[in-house]
């Protein structure tokens, strides 16, 4: 393992112990929960986690310098919380970017000329293995047509806001999404440096 000061860039690094036995202890509708037995060390430990099919999730920024916001409910917090355009890679085989003009287009109605990898993330390391891909998307119009939604995405609140108001929302406590506050502090840091 490399020392502090050692001048190597630090990185996560793939680790593969032995999984003893993986049991599927809740086969969910949208994501299944294991149970697994893991040789690690001299012993071993028990690990119970969300098995995620993966995600995206949109920074889509305007002209004026203003990020789409999305707020819905969600029921594990009890809170109709603010968030990026997001969604599942629960389509076989859709690489993460189409994954990401099909969710800017069926969550907001918005379609993008341009697209970058923004930065991609683990969500909650400890409990799932969601890995999330944000995308930066500007030349922001319409889509062609609306899309039908349908339970918390019925009534799906839209804002566009000046960036900067969203990282001092973040920064605040006043918006506390992981995705979003990631979303937003990379998206603010790039076109600093752009500047």
Do not use: C, K
């Not at 001048?7 to 112990?17: A, L, N, S, T, Y």
């Not at 690489?95 to 918005?110: C, H, K, Y």
């Amino acid at each position: 393992m490399p020392e502090s000061g050692s001048g190597e860039q630090p990185r996560d690094e793939p680790f593969r112990p032995d999984v003893l036995r993986s049991d599927l202890v809740y086969e969910g509708a949208v994501w299944d929960v294991r149970d697994d037995l893991v040789r690690y060390g001299d012993g071993q430990i028990r690990r119970q986690y969300v098995a995620h099919t993966g995600a995206v999730a949109i920074v889509a920024l305007d002209d004026d310098g203003r990020v789409l916001l999305i707020q819905q409910y969600r029921h594990p917090i009890r809170h109709r919380d603010w968030e990026l355009p997001a969604g599942l890679l629960d389509i076989p085989g859709e690489p993460p970017l189409e994954a990401a003009r099909r969710e800017l287009a069926e969550e907001a109605d918005l379609i993008a000329e341009h697209w970058e990898p923004l930065v991609s993330s683990w969500t909650t390391p400890g409990g799932n293995d969601e890995i999330i891909h944000l995308f930066l998307a500007t030349g922001i119009t319409p889509a062609p047509a609306a899309h039908a939604r349908e339970d918390e995405e019925a009534d799906i609140r839209v804002e566009w806001v000046p960036l900067e108001e969203a990282v001092e929302a973040v920064l605040a406590g006043r918006m506390r999404n992981g995705i979003l506050s990631i979303g937003v502090l990379a998206t603010s840091l790039r076109q600093r440096d752009r500047s």
